[in-house]
């Protein structure tokens, strides 16, 4: 369950990822064709005008096959502007001015930046959802060990109690001989508690584990000797027969 949902959460950044991508290739697409088309249309409406130049022009040149100086000087400014359009259109079509690509490399480098802090913001986020689930993994892990620890101590107890029933069932059954337990320092099992302070509740379930351990070992040693008195109060009454 816990690997499934970190495939699906590192599928979803992968998705987010790619959509992206895909969406800015699209604009820079978009961009493209639309100067592509802007620069057609330029080229078209100034090789339109320099033909309407040029057909006045020669109209001209028809009119005043005997030119005067009135007729040349009008000629002369004609074909100056016809030059200085030229000169503008072969500007326009080698590209922008100097102030244009300045102003178009600062947005270049404005967007590059723009992306650059974008990444750098994913990353961080990234790396704050892997410690978490980091964080989280190791918690599951600790909260199964202490589930285990208590579902050992429980049968534990169990079986303390089932030995010790046994015992005194045996004792009482073969000549209803009262035998006394031995004193033991701690005669209840007590109860797995929190010992507060810096103790973890994994480091406290391994203390009381081992609490039960030696307890259990202690319950067998009684069992032992209750079989041992009883043996030896039946090997009594057997001989007083």
């Not at 009008?74 to 102030?99: P, Q, V």
């Not at 190791?138 to 030995?163: A, P």
């Not at 010790?164 to 069932?169: C, G, Q, S, Y």
């Not at 351990?213 to 069992?223: C, F, I, P």
Request: hydrophobic letters at 25%.
């Amino acid at each position: 369950m816990y690997n499934k949902f970190l495939a699906d959460q590192e599928k979803e950044t992968k998705k987010k990822e790619e959509e992206e991508r895909l969406k800015k290739q699209k604009e820079e697409d978009e961009r493209k064709e639309k100067w592509k088309k802007e620069r057609q249309q330029l080229e078209s409406e100034m090789g339109e005008r320099i033909d309407k130049k040029l057909e006045k022009v020669c109209e001209a040149v028809k009119v005043n096959r005997q030119p005067d100086a009135t007729g040349s000087s009008s000629m002369d400014n004609e074909l100056a502007k016809l030059r200085r359009e030229n000169e503008d259109l072969r500007k326009a079509l080698l590209g922008e001015g100097e102030d244009d690509r300045v102003r178009k490399l600062q947005k270049e480098v404005n967007d590059l930046r723009k992306q650059v802090l974008d990444k750098s913001g994913r990353d961080d986020e990234m790396t704050a959802l892997r410690h978490e689930i980091e964080q989280l993994r190791e918690s599951t892990v600790k909260e199964q060990e202490i589930v285990g620890l208590k579902r050992l101590i429980e049968q534990l107890k169990t079986e303390t109690l089932h030995w010790k029933d046994e015992a005194l069932r045996s004792g009482n059954k073969r000549g209803n001989i009262v035998v006394s337990t031995p004193e033991t320092s701690t005669r209840r099992t007590p109860r797995a508690r929190w010992t507060g302070g810096d103790a973890t509740p994994e480091s406290s379930w391994r203390m009381e584990y081992k609490k039960l351990q030696s307890m259990r070992r202690v319950d067998s040693l009684e069992v032992e000797a209750l079989k041992k008195k009883k043996a030896e109060a039946e090997a009594e009454v057997a001989a007083g027969r």
